[in-house]
């Protein structure tokens, strides 16, 4: 709740309705603003877009108010949208165990929104959305035709709610309170609560600031409530309707949690005192835990006079679910796309006006002539109408310049373009083109158009956002409620399902999810488009085709379900066990393509071991071949160099040192050729240890047993050195 000052706490109303009433009080003091917006927005898009000051302005001037409302098409094809693409609640089980619970909330919910129009009531509130940035709804329940009772969606007047001012998020998710503000016939609320006749008659000083004036000046509202509006000078109102507040808030409280003893899956829930009552005839204490939840309540409240408290219709959330537009972030208020376009529209109103009287009171054709230039006045004036008249004028008159024809005076000049610019502003400031509203005056193809059309309800998808949420939000409503007033055999006679778990509070919380699905044609045509282009990879898969896509055809509603009841019938009781053989038969198939999927993984990773082992065995043949000349022709130039340089006297001696330093060198080539080798007979070693092919490992060991044999010294240089 509000936290108010201690000197406002009770502004002298009854103790028991004080918090309600200090809670309007503040309220109507903070939405007024948007309220006079609000109006202003229904006129607009009613086509009542001239102030009542400027009407008669302009009635006194002589000139014309036109208006050629532009609002409403935008709005209206926003609308069309909606209505188009229209979606309801439906619940999915969180897994496939689930799926008939689910399905019996979603088939009770959708006998519940048709028995109601919901969605003609939804779209309305959606209207209001667009036009004032709110829009209403209450999820109740009505004993007025059946006294088992009957849930109603109802649309709500944006004007009569008001909530906490404090709320700031979407869909106003964050409010501790909200109020609906209704007149009510005195009578009526006598028979509903007869023992509150007396308070009723006795009431005096129910101070209401009437939304009709919203002055925002203190006013004595003694008697306020046998007035329409309390600031009439005389009483008007002779079936004396009074003021009634449905007034609901919510209040965290402390619950104790515990375990079914019967059934480990389900948790029972007790107030602290009950549950104190219940541990002193227990053998043994219970594990439990405990938190803190929301509860909800409602007031009723004529005047001051409190009629009735109770809990709210709904355990789990207010009964009056908004959709909200945008938000002015500095106001902290909400508004719909008419009031960006107000100030356009009001311009294009006011330049037509314009420019049309400025056409009225222009010349159009009349003359200027000076005494004496006719003799007879009446004839010249009929005459001169007259496109085939002859007009005699005195001598010189012409050419003197004694007659002479009347100016015509055009509009100021570029009127019509600043008109031009205001029409076009309307659009621009939505971002609502000329594709959504079916405009367009030029042909080009239908992908362009439908492009067009995405872009701009990509603009307007906040809006989608929050009736996506309101949807949510209220599905979680109804699902309480059709447990409350819904019985498991009523509910078994309409959905054909058995449903023991009906009221089971822990299976809609737990198990059920709550989701919203498509249900106008062009919503239904869009999916089967897209399933059709899915169904023959499915169909060639194996995978079964469920009924329920029917659903989802562009068939009317009743050959779809006949067609669904006949294919569930020709399945008979076996489609479960059916669908468990086809799924162990994907998940075998799924196991043997993983096994394949390894095995040529393995594959994959021998053959690039193979290749860097091929590719080492190239590399060191290299090697040692480059090793080997390079060998010999070094002792090739050694040989040459001592034939060359010695002399005949010491060639004994200098051969000598050369057959040491042949020696030398072949000794220090063969070490190197050795630890090269060696080298790669551990980049073998490494090769053989990851290929496991016996084959491959007995090849490389031939090739090991070759290099050495090469890498011995050659015994042929050493002869020719000695020659």
């Known amino acids: 709740m509000i936290n108010f000052d201690s000197d406002k706490e009770t502004k002298g109303y009854p103790d028991d309705v004080s918090e309600a009433l200090v809670a309007y009080d503040n309220a109507q003091e903070a939405q007024r603003d948007w309220r006079d917006a609000a109006r202003t927005a229904f006129d607009y898009r009613a086509g009542k877009q001239w102030e009542d000051d400027d009407m008669s302005r302009l009635e006194g001037q002589g000139r014309p108010a036109v208006t050629f409302n532009r609002v409403a098409p935008v709005v209206d094809a926003i609308i069309g949208y909606e209505m188009d693409n229209q979606r309801e609640v439906t619940y999915l089980g969180r897994n496939i165990n689930d799926e008939p ?52 969606i109802e649309r709500v007047a944006p004007l009569e709610m008001r909530w906490d001012p404090s709320a700031r998020g979407n869909n106003l998710h964050d409010a501790d309170w909200v109020c609906r503000v209704k007149w009510w016939k005195l009578d009526e609320i006598k028979a509903r609560w007869p023992d509150k006749e007396a308070d009723l008659e006795a009431m005096q000083n129910d101070a209401f600031d009437d939304d009709t004036s919203d002055s925002g000046s203190a006013h004595d509202a003694t008697n306020a409530w046998k007035y329409d509006s309390d600031t009439a000078a005389q ?48 053998m043994e204490d219970m594990p439990m835990t405990k938190v803190r939840r929301w509860k909800y309540y409602q007031q009723m409240i004529a ?71 006719v003799d007879d006045k009446r004839d010249f004036e009929e ?53 959504m509203l079916g405009m367009v005056g030029h042909e080009q193809s239908g992908v362009v158009e439908s492009e067009r059309k995405k872009s701009a309800l990509t ?98 509603d009743k050959l779809a379900t006949e067609w669904i009841q006949f294919a569930e019938q020709q399945s008979g009781g076996g489609d479960s066990e059916q669908m468990q053989k086809q799924i162990q038969e994907l998940q075998q198939a799924l196991q043997e393509t993983q096994k394949q999927v390894m095995g040529e993984q393995i594959k994959l990773q021998t053959a690039q071991m193979s290749e860097q082992t091929k590719m080492a065995n190239i590399s060191m043949e290299e090697r040692t071949h480059e090793r080997r000349i390079a060998g010999q022709e070094r002792l090739k130039q050694l040989a040459i160099l001592a034939d060359a340089q010695i002399s005949d006297a010491d060639r004994e001696v200098r051969k000598g040192e050369i ?65």
């Open 235 to 282: 009483w008007e109102n002779p079936d004396k309707e009074v003021r009634v507040l449905q007034y609901q808030w919510r209040e965290k409280e402390e619950v104790v949690v515990v375990t079914d003893p019967q059934d480990p899956n389900k948790v029972l829930e007790f107030t602290p005192e009950r549950w104190e009552k219940l541990q002193e005839g227990m």
């Open 101 to 152: 619970i689910a399905g019996a909330f979603t088939d009770m919910a959708q006998y519940v929104r048709d028995g109601c129009d919901a969605d003609d009531e939804e779209s309305e509130a959606y209207a209001d959305t667009i036009t004032s940035g709110m829009g209403w709804t209450e999820t109740r329940v009505s004993y007025d035709d059946d006294p088992q009772g009957d849930i109603l």
């Open 459 to 556: 603009i307007l998808a906040p809006l989608v956002a929050s009736l996506k949420r309101y949807r949510k939000r209220q599905g979680r409503v109804l699902i309480s409620l059709m447990t409350e007033v819904f019985t498991p055999e009523q509910v078994s006679m309409i959905t054909e399902r058995q449903v023991p778990f009906w009221q089971d509070e822990t299976v809609r919380k737990y198990r059920v999810i709550v989701d919203e699905a498509a249900s106008s044609p062009n919503q239904k045509s869009e999916a089967w488009s897209a399933m059709q282009q899915i169904l023959p990879a499915v169909i060639k898969a194996g995978l079964p085709v469920p009924p329920q896509l029917l659903k989802y055809t562009p068939l009317p």
């Open 659 to 723: 057959q040491v330093r042949y020696e030398t060198d072949v000794a220090r080539i063969a070490s190197q050729e050795s630890v090269a080798s060696q080298n790669d007979m551990n980049a073998l070693r490494i090769a053989r240890e990851n290929n496991s092919s016996d084959e491959r490992i007995a090849g490389l060991k031939a090739r090991v047993e070759a290099l050495k044999i090469h890498s011995q010294p050659q015994g042929q240089l050493p002869e020719r050195v000695n020659e």
């Open 383 to 435: 005459a001169w109408a007259s496109a085939d008249s002859v007009l005699w004028l005195e001598d010189g008159a012409l050419s003197g310049g004694r007659v002479q024809p009347k100016e015509q005076n055009s509009y100021p000049a570029g009127l019509d373009k600043l008109m031009n610019f205001a029409i076009q502003a309307i659009r621009d400031c939505t971002g609502v083109n000329l594709e």
């Open 303 to 373: 005047g001051q006079t409190l009629l009735e408290e109770t809990e709210a219709p709904a355990p789990n959330g207010f009964s009056f679910q908004c959709i909200t537009g945008k938000r002015d972030e500095n106001k902290n208020e909400w508004f719909g796309l008419v009031r960006q376009m107000i100030d356009p529209q009001k311009w294009a109103n006011v330049f037509f006006s314009s420019a049309l009287h400025s056409f009225q009171n222009s010349a159009k054709g009349g003359v200027m002539a000076e005494e004496g230039v």
